[in-house]
Each structure stands twice: as structure tokens, then as C-alpha cells.
């Protein structure tokens, strides 16, 4: 993190004659990247310097929102974290950089954006996934998973759950196996009837949380909470007494493994 002030600097050195106000001088601006260790700077966390400090492209979530999910990443009492990214866009660069030797694993639903992403950004780690769900659906699916016992909290799981129209079945045996640090949902899209939605995103990250079998909480960040289907779905799955932050379109939960909840889970217990 030396390493990436330093060269932060340097490269404001050069562009501060232009006066260009880029999203790398906005986070330092607000000291936002401060040196922590004295690691070698990492080649993505190079790249990223690079990128933002000469494009005028900035990632979808403002500088409050980021910080939300930085703090985390900062104030962690152990390292590296396990990250996993639902949606490749112009932030990934700066979410791989501020996990430097950590495990950030990026999931988007649109192959060519995968190829066209991957091509000026190939040391970020990234699937294509498919999604079973349609955006029009979200109202039926949240009246009705409870009809389905494999959606329910005490029997939940993801891969190859196919009764479970919420669980998400297609992902690489990597997102299975890892356990996560971070959850961010950022996608699939979510703002026309036959988009994807986030139904399932958000589900399987509840469920991925309730399954943590290593000490801590699971965080979990979700972004555009003014749109109907992600506040809802949030409030059934993520849970509101999880709900530890939220700053302009994002909120921040902490949700503890199942095993840890007092009094557990039974058949009859539900998410929230």
C-alpha cells in the first residue's frame, strides 16, 4: 500500500498541471488509500493507478458508497480476504487493487463483456455465469419460495439445487468451495422486465453466508437498494437486524454463520 501512495503520487505529479480531476485524485483527496504495510505494491494494484489516473470512466458507485466497502477491507483484523464480486465493470480494477494478494473473483452474466473487460484487464479473475430468473418473476418468486423446502434456511445450499429457483446452480466449483469474506452485489442487470434481477444473487448470498464455518461475519454489500426488487429481497434475505451501514444506494450487512445464531435453525425458521 506504500508502494500504490507512492505511485499515486507520482502520477499526480504529472497530470497536476492538466488540473484533470480524476477519480484517483478524488480518493486521495479524501485520504482514502493510506500505507498500511510496507508490502511491495502489487502489478493489479499498478494497473489500477494507471487506469483511473487516465480515464475519465468512473465506477458506478460514488466515493461514499466505496468507502463503505474499503473500510472493511482496511480495518480487517486478518488477511488476505476472499472476495467475491457479482458484476465486471469499470470498478473491478479498483476492487482487485484494494484486495492486493487476496482472492477477488468477479461473476457477470454477459460472455462478450467478459472478453472485451478481460482483454485490457487480464490479470482479473472473472466467469461468466447464467442466471435462471427474470426480473419480471421477482414478485411470484418472493410469495412463493416458501413453498419449496430446499429454499429454506435449515436445508438451503446452492450447487445443484434445481427445486430452488432462487439458488444459484451454475457457478464455477471455485465460488462453491471458497468461503467469502465480502459479498458485493452489483448484478446481474436488474432494470427491465427480462433482465436477469438480483433475486438470486441475493439469496445465494445469504445462503453462502449462513454456511461459514470459519470465525467472523460474512460482508455483505448491496448496491442500488432505491430500485423495489433489491430493498425487498434484501429485507427477506439479508435481514434488516444485519444491517450495519448504509450510505447513498448501498447498504452493508454483517451476517453471522446460522451456527452462530441464538437459538439456531429448525424447519420452521426462516431467513429474517
Known amino acids: 500500500m506504500a508502494g500504490l501512495v507512492f505511485a499515486g503520487?507520482?502520477?499526480?505529479?504529472?497530470?497536476?498541471?492538466?488540473?484533470?480531476?480524476?477519480?484517483?485524485?478524488?480518493?486521495?483527496?479524501?485520504?482514502?488509500?493510506?500505507?498500511?504495510?510496507?508490502?511491495?505494491?502489487?502489478?493489479?494494484?499498478?494497473?489500477?493507478?494507471?487506469?483511473?489516473?487516465?480515464?475519465?470512466?468512473t465506477p458506478q458507485q460514488?466515493?461514499?458508497?466505496?468507502?463503505?466497502?474499503?473500510?472493511?477491507?482496511?480495518g480487517r483484523s486478518f488477511s488476505p480476504?476472499?472476495?467475491?464480486?457479482?458484476?465486471?465493470?469499470f470498478d473491478s480494477l479498483m476492487w482487485s487493487a484494494l484486495n492486493p494478494r487476496g482472492k477477488?473473483?468477479?461473476?457477470?452474466?454477459?460472455?462478450?463483456?467478459?472478453?472485451?473487460?478481460?482483454k485490457d484487464a487480464p490479470s482479473l479473475h472473472a466467469h461468466t455465469v447464467r442466471y435462471r430468473t427474470q426480473l419480471k418473476e421477482a414478485d411470484e418468486l418472493l410469495n412463493s419460495y416458501r413453498k419449496e423446502p430446499t429454499c429454506s434456511p435449515a436445508r438451503a445450499y446452492l450447487d445443484g439445487n434445481y427445486a430452488c429457483p432462487l439458488a444459484l446452480t451454475g457457478l464455477p466449483g471455485e465460488v462453491y468451495a471458497t468461503e467469502w469474506d465480502l459479498i458485493m452485489i452489483d448484478a446481474?442487470?436488474?432494470?427491465?422486465?427480462?433482465?436477469?434481477?438480483?433475486?438470486?444473487?441475493?439469496f445465494s448470498a445469504?445462503?453462502?453466508?449462513?454456511?461459514?464455518?470459519?470465525?467472523?461475519?460474512?460482508?455483505?454489500f448491496l448496491h442500488d437498494v432505491d430500485r423495489k426488487v433489491e430493498k425487498a429481497f434484501a429485507e427477506e434475505?439479508?435481514?434488516?437486524?444485519?444491517?450495519?451501514?448504509?450510505?447513498?444506494?448501498?447498504?452493508?450487512?454483517?451476517?453471522?454463520?446460522?451456527?452462530?445464531v441464538t437459538g439456531g435453525q429448525d424447519e420452521n425458521s426462516w431467513f429474517c
Open 9 to 57: 503520487v507520482l502520477i499526480g505529479s504529472f497530470l497536476r498541471s492538466g488540473g484533470d480531476d480524476s477519480f484517483l485524485c478524488s480518493l486521495a483527496s479524501k485520504k482514502l488509500i493510506r500505507a498500511t504495510s510496507d508490502y511491495p505494491t502489487t502489478p493489479a494494484q499498478l494497473q489500477a493507478i494507471v487506469h483511473y489516473a487516465t480515464s475519465r470512466i
Open 206 to 220: 445469504a445462503v453462502m453466508a449462513r454456511a461459514r464455518k470459519g470465525s467472523g461475519v460474512t460482508h455483505v
Open 62 to 74: 460514488n466515493i461514499d458508497e466505496i468507502t463503505v466497502t474499503l473500510d472493511v477491507l482496511r
Open 237 to 260: 434475505f439479508l435481514c434488516r437486524k444485519y444491517l450495519v451501514k448504509g450510505v447513498g444506494r448501498l447498504w452493508h450487512f454483517e451476517i453471522p454463520p446460522a451456527s452462530n
Open 188 to 202: 446481474p442487470r436488474g432494470y427491465f422486465a427480462e433482465a436477469p434481477g438480483r433475486m438470486g444473487a441475493i
Open 104 to 118: 477477488t473473483v468477479f461473476l457477470e452474466e454477459d460472455p462478450s463483456w467478459v472478453e472485451k473487460v478481460l
Open 81 to 89: 480476504a476472499n472476495f467475491l464480486v457479482f458484476g465486471l465493470g
